[in-house]
């Protein structure tokens, strides 16, 4: 790694640290997407690596806060009904 200025510890301790960063982030991010059931955000995060900066975006401003109501995560949303 010597054309990169950096030892060759240093750059697997620096990548390690990053692919553990962004595992942890895709599988807290993918959590929430599928027990919140949205799909988009789901496939989105599970396709694009951004290093964990999409599931950072995701998690803090577009994650929706689940009510205290328990659910199977096999069960699907109730639809709500046009008449009501």
Do not use: C
């Not at 510890?9 to 959590?31: D, Q, R, S, Y």
């Not at 955000?41 to 599970?46: C, K, P, R, S, T």
């Not at 396709?47 to 577009?62: A, K, P, Q, S």
């Amino acid at each position: 790694m010597g054309g990169l200025g950096i030892s060759s510890g240093l750059f697997w301790t620096l990548f390690l640290l990053l692919a553990v960063w962004t595992m942890a982030l895709k599988g807290i991010g993918l959590w929430h997407a599928a027990r919140n059931y949205q799909r988009r955000w789901f496939i989105a995060l599970l396709i694009i690596n951004t290093f964990g900066l999409l599931e950072l975006v995701y998690l803090i401003w577009f994650r929706k806060d689940r009510t205290n109501e328990t659910r199977s995560l096999f069960e699907a949303p109730e639809a709500s009904s046009p008449g009501t």
